[in-house]
């Protein structure tokens, strides 16, 4: 079986590839040596970057010999926790110092493709911080010119805050579509860390009416909304959270609508090269490339492996 256009649209370099986070925990050496082999495999069409924290890059550095194995590779470079304006302002120079050395370090087998900040939300719910992070940030977007950068707020951001950080992100990319986006946390390894259906559509419905990027990231091992016993809660699937933004963007969905989406358990997927069948809804395979580049870009994962193998299951992908 080939996999039809359209699923490869709709899931091509969609995993942020973080097993040096939470469940999976593993270390740097492991971690490395499984993304390189990844990249190495038939399903590598599905894996984009390799999450690593700004100050661990000097040690990625070392498994140069390792990387020019299926190079160049793509890295999400995440920068330091913040908690204030003054800690935001530091942590932006470190990453710039960071990047910079890695680059010059690894040259063509490597390159900090994305950048993901947190933003503390001291600083996101006032506008006079918020004006002057934004303007902090123009700086770290100067220097690192062809990364994409998704700014997270913690804890979680609520629909009108979501609009004000994707609204000041904006005025720095005029004319046109930019490089600047948000990221949702769609998970945790404890119940309460794992935001409500309508929480995360207010988040992808708040990104939309902005007409701002996202990424997601934890918890989306598997494609639909289903319970874990590891965590003893309700967990979002990464279908749930894609059709369901695609749904929304296009059908103009309601956050009620997409709430109702994103608890679905299942749902029948039917694919063309020309299209996605979802119920009575269809995505174009033209409207997903165009919604992958504009709105919803990619979602880490832990593991690659678990969410491979369940579409391999639902006899999605070969």
């Known amino acids: 079986m080939k996999t039809p256009k359209s699923l490869v649209s709709l899931l091509g370099r969609v995993i942020d590839y973080a097993g040096l986070f939470p469940p999976a925990s593993l270390d740097l050496d492991a971690s490395i040596r499984n993304f390189v082999s990844y990249r190495g495999e038939k399903r590598s069409w599905m894996l984009d970057t390799f999450v690593c924290p700004s ?39 470190q990453v710039v110092r960071d990047v910079d050395q890695f680059r010059s370090r690894v040259e063509d ?43 997270e707020v913690l804890p979680a951001a609520g629909p009108e805050i979501v609009s004000n950080v ?40 708040a990104c939309r009416d902005s007409e701002i990027r996202f990424k997601a990231t934890a918890g989306l091992h598997h494609p639909f ?36 989406f994103l608890e679905l358990r299942n749902f029948s997927v039917s694919a063309s090269d020309d299209s996605i069948g979802v119920g009575d809804d269809e995505l174009t395979t033209a409207a997903i490339d165009r919604l992958r580049g504009e709105f919803i870009v990619s979602f880490g994962s832990c593991s690659f492996d678990e969410p491979w193998e369940d579409l391999v299951r639902l006899g999605l992908v070969e």
């Not at 498994?63 to 942590?91: E, F, I, M």
């Not at 493709?113 to 947190?118: F, N, Q, R, T, V």
């Not at 949702?184 to 409500?196: A, C, D, F, M, Y």
Request: charged share 20%; aromatic share 6%; glycine share 8%.
């Open 55 to 93: 100050g661990r890059l000097d040690e990625l550095v070392r498994y140069g010999k390792l990387l020019r194995d299926n190079a160049p590779h793509r890295v999400s470079v995440l920068g330091p926790p913040t908690a204030d304006l003054t800690q935001w302002r530091s942590g932006l120079r």
């Open 225 to 260: 909304f289903h319970y874990s016993t590891s965590v003893g809660a309700d967990m979002h699937g990464f279908l749930n959270v894609f059709v369901g933004a695609m749904l929304a963007h296009t059908k103009h969905w309601t956050v009620d609508t997409l709430a109702s």
């Open 166 to 205: 994707a609204d000041a992100l904006n005025r720095l990319q005029p004319g046109g579509r930019g490089r600047l986006g948000l990221k949702l946390r769609t998970g945790g390894v404890v119940p309460e860390s794992i935001p409500k259906n309508d929480s995360i559509a207010a988040f992808i419905c």
């Open 109 to 151: 087998i490597a390159t900090a493709a994305a950048i993901e900040l947190k933003m503390p939300r001291a600083v996101a719910i006032d506008a006079g911080s918020l004006a002057t992070a934004v303007s902090e940030l123009s700086d770290l977007v100067e220097a690192i010119h062809d990364a994409d950068v998704f700014v």
